[in-house]
């Protein structure tokens, strides 16, 4: 027999509604400095966030064990895919990233970015990441394919040090 009433369930439902909307996960975009304007081909970006970079186990008496956290993690990596165009933007983006150079003596084609709640334009926070790199992934061209724009994903590698910048806008929709 369930324990549910109505009474109980709108209990949980006031509670959770005070908490306000949820956040959509496709309402955001991701901006690389000096690429400004292929903000609009992003379409999948890690979100940064800070945590413990895992778990230290401490031996105690009796054969027993604790835990305690590792440094928080700042070298983060997440899935990226962006959508190419017929001018061919984005392979010419990653060209330019590898010949501007970056953070080291050999180059890198490293960069910094800014990954918005919300647009550029209008936006309730955004994460700024530093010293990111992608390793894309060999992009997959199919004749079969007729329903489907071509991709380039890979990884994205960066810094995220808790940089959040308020946003310019109460409300990005």
Same mark, same amino acid.
């Given at each position: 027999?369930? =324990?549910?009433? &109505? &009474? $109980?369930? /709108?209990?949980? $439902?006031?509670?959770?509604? *005070?908490?306000?909307?949820?956040? #959509?996960?496709?309402?955001? +975009?991701?901006?690389?400095?000096?690429?400004?304007?292929?903000?609009?081909?992003?379409?999948? *970006?890690?979100? !940064?966030?800070?945590?413990? *970079?895992?778990? #230290?186990? #401490? !031996?105690?008496?009796?054969? *027993? +064990?604790?835990?305690? !956290?590792?440094?928080? /993690?700042? &070298?983060?990596?997440?899935? @990226?895919?962006?959508?190419? +165009? #017929?001018?061919?933007? @984005?392979?010419?983006?990653? =060209?330019?990233? @590898? +010949?501007?150079?970056?953070?080291?003596?050999?180059?890198?084609?490293?960069?910094?970015? /800014? @990954?918005?709640?919300?647009?550029?334009? /209008?936006?309730?926070?955004?994460?700024?990441? =530093?010293?990111?790199?992608?390793?894309?992934?060999?992009?997959?061209?199919?004749?079969?394919?007729?329903?489907? !724009?071509?991709?380039?994903?890979?990884?994205?590698?960066?810094?995220?040090?808790?940089?959040?910048?308020?946003?310019?806008?109460?409300?990005?929709?």
């Amino acid at each position: 027999m369930t =324990v549910s009433n &109505a &009474a $109980y369930l /709108k209990g949980f $439902y006031d509670q959770t509604r *005070a908490m306000g909307a949820k956040v #959509i996960s496709s309402d955001f +975009t991701f901006e690389i400095e000096g690429f400004e304007g292929n903000f609009l081909l992003c379409k999948q *970006a890690p979100w !940064p966030e800070l945590s413990s *970079a895992g778990e #230290i186990e #401490i !031996p105690t008496p009796l054969g *027993a +064990t604790m835990w305690q !956290p590792q440094q928080l /993690k700042v &070298a983060q990596q997440g899935q @990226i895919s962006m959508f190419e +165009t #017929i001018a061919g933007n @984005i392979d010419q983006m990653l =060209v330019n990233l @590898i +010949t501007r150079g970056g953070t080291y003596a050999s180059g890198g084609a490293t960069f910094n970015a /800014k @990954i918005y709640e919300g647009t550029p334009q /209008k936006f309730l926070r955004a994460k700024r990441i =530093v010293d990111a790199f992608i390793q894309m992934d060999v992009p997959d061209r199919d004749w079969e394919n007729r329903s489907q !724009p071509l991709t380039f994903s890979g990884t994205l590698f960066y810094h995220y040090f808790g940089e959040i910048i308020a946003g310019n806008s109460g409300d990005y929709r």
